[in-house]
């Protein structure tokens, strides 16, 4: 029997809801590792440590939107974000330029939920929600535009977590002894202020009631959400015919 890859399609959305907290536990432990080894000066091993925490986070973040009903687990390879480390690093890359979006998409359900409930109330929307509202295509590429110096650090991240843990050669020995200190805290920097953005997003989910996830679940639908993973699917699928290509990500 051929073993499936979706995790997302092995569990109801109930128990998708428990693997999210359950890896969010993990990335925890991760990262108490991390800064647990770095006090022994372990840089290296702390460094991959911090990765993978992230890894586990973006897992984590996947399970959480399916929980409340935003349809994920049929996107097609969607099984990729279990399955290939470099996918959620992308992923990561991705979040970031998506920070400023997410965060006003949040604004826009909360606004036009009020909207529907208290019609008598005025919502003020702010220029980055009115270019989402509208599609606004010139708009949201100046939003694009300032992309943080940080997304190279992610592009790098998959041989740093490698390079961290062994020992390998290409023009001279690497060994995971090498990694300095000023590279775990520049790693510790990065995956923190990761860790703040997704973090907002996560306590977001946890506060909606009921009625909330599935007028939230409607509204994704309706702002085509589900596009963000496809995209980066589809970038990622790219990139592994040719791994020396960066991701292709397209802002549509």
């Known amino acids: 029997m051929k073993k499936e890859r979706n995790l997302l399609k092995l569990m109801s959305d109930a128990e998708c809801g428990e693997a999210y907290r359950q890896s969010l536990i993990s990335a925890g432990k991760h990262r108490e590792t991390a800064t647990s080894i770095a006090k022994s000066e372990q840089y290296g091993i702390s460094v991959s ?13 996947l399970l959480q939107i399916q929980s409340i009903g935003i349809d994920v687990r049929n996107v097609p390879s ?41 019609p008598g109330t005025k919502q003020e929307y702010t220029q980055v929600e009115k270019a989402i509202l509208s599609k606004d295509e010139k708009r949201l590429k100046v939003i694009f535009k300032d992309i943080p110096g940080m997304f190279d650090w992610w592009d790098e991240a998959n041989k740093m977590k490698n ?6 050669y290409t023009t001279s020995l690497e060994t995971p002894m090498q990694v300095t200190k000023e590279e775990y805290h520049e790693a510790l920097k990065v995956t923190d202020e990761f860790g703040i953005q997704i973090g907002d997003i996560f306590s977001y989910f946890e506060k909606l009631t009921e009625d909330q996830r599935k007028e939230t679940a409607a509204n994704a639908k309706q702002l085509g959400f589900t596009k963000i993973i496809v995209q980066i ?11 020396q290509k960066p991701p292709n990500f397209k802002f549509t």
């Open 49 to 61: 440590h911090l990765i993978l925490g992230t890894e586990e986070m973006v897992k984590a973040l």
């Open 163 to 168: 390079r961290g843990f062994y020992v390998d």
């Open 78 to 118: 969607v099984y990729l974000f279990f399955t290939d480390h470099i996918i959620k690093h992308n992923f990561a890359i991705y979040l970031n330029a998506m920070y400023s979006i997410i965060k006003p998409f949040m604004g826009i359900v909360y606004k036009k939920r009020e909207e529907i409930h208290n």
């Open 233 to 243: 699917i589809e970038a990622r699928k790219e990139q592994r015919k040719n791994e």
